[in-house]
């Protein structure tokens, strides 16, 4: 993964303009340096040299796909009815991984060696660098998203035994012994509030981290007044704990696919303006 890449390194990139003026020469040439930590030295493109501006262009564009690609990717995470069922919510977190791992990569190749350009596209050069150079804040908050949610995975998967669970019981006869399943039930809230612990969100959604833990104490609290109503033979008290349990549940599965859909309008927003300001560049 990437975030496990970066783990023993400094990867913040640092970009310099450095303007030289050749006396000899009528133009000015510029050179634009994107400088990336853990770079291992390598200040040149593949095979030497330094591309010419269509072919910084076309690069550009290919990057610029690969984000929309990525970007795509993570809004598959906006459905809620993808959010409530963990395994393809996993499915669909790798698959968005995989795709910011790989505008990492090509980012990396892209922006390895020098660009010397006339004065005259200094400005569209920059204005790409600017691109690039959001793109890496926005892969590396993307991935360490991703793997948030990721490591959250087993949480949902308890929460949806749980409520499998209840649904379960709700439709037992009444007046059996039914301790071993209600047991089950509290196991269920008791571990998904236990796979919590410990894990900090990233700051961009730490409302969503609290969020979770407040339905995980819930479910802990509507699991034990559940087995109490069905140890009582209170089939009506139960039948209203089921209801609040997946009224919760539900809650919870919209402000996730809610705060993935403030992620991507962010994302989406930024890159958009600086899109608009190559284009304003380009000859």
Do not use: W
Not at 110 to 120: G, M, Q
Not at 151 to 167: G, H, N, Y
Request: negative net charge; contains cysteine; aromatic residues 6%.
């Amino acid at each position: 993964m990437v975030s496990q890449e970066r783990g023993g390194r400094k990867t913040k990139k640092t970009l310099a303009v450095v303007v030289a003026v050749c006396a000899a020469a009528a133009v000015v040439a510029v050179t634009l340096i994107l400088a990336l930590g853990g770079n291992d030295g390598k200040g040149e493109k593949a095979g030497g040299g330094t591309p010419s501006e269509e072919e910084l262009v076309e690069t550009y564009e290919e990057i610029k796909q690969e984000a929309e690609t990525a970007i795509s990717e993570m809004e598959d995470l906006e459905s809620e009815e993808v959010a409530s069922e963990p395994d393809l919510y996993a499915q669909e977190l790798e698959e968005a991984e995989v795709a910011f791992e790989q505008l990492y990569t090509d980012l990396q190749e892209a922006t390895s060696y020098a660009v010397e350009v006339t004065e005259e596209y200094a400005e569209l050069y920059q204005y790409i660098y600017d691109y690039y150079d959001y793109l890496y804040d926005l892969t590396e908050q993307a991935v360490q998203d991703i793997d948030y949610l990721l490591s959250l995975v087993p949480t949902m998967e308890e929460i949806e035994k749980m409520q499998q669970q209840a649904e379960r019981l709700k439709n037992l006869p009444a007046g059996g012994s039914h301790q071993e399943l209600i047991a089950q039930l509290q196991q269920y809230a008791q571990n998904a509030f236990s796979d919590l612990e410990g894990k900090q969100p990233p700051s961009n959604m730490g409302s969503y981290g609290d969020e979770l833990n407040t339905l995980a104490q819930e479910m802990e609290s509507v699991t034990q007044q559940m087995a109490k109503s069905l140890a009582s033979g209170d089939r009506s008290s139960y039948a209203s704990l089921l209801e609040q349990m997946s009224a919760a549940i539900a809650q919870s599965q919209q402000q996730l696919t809610a705060t993935v859909n403030s992620l991507v309008s962010a994302y989406t927003s930024a890159l958009s303006q600086l899109e608009a300001a190559i284009q304003s560049a380009l000859p």
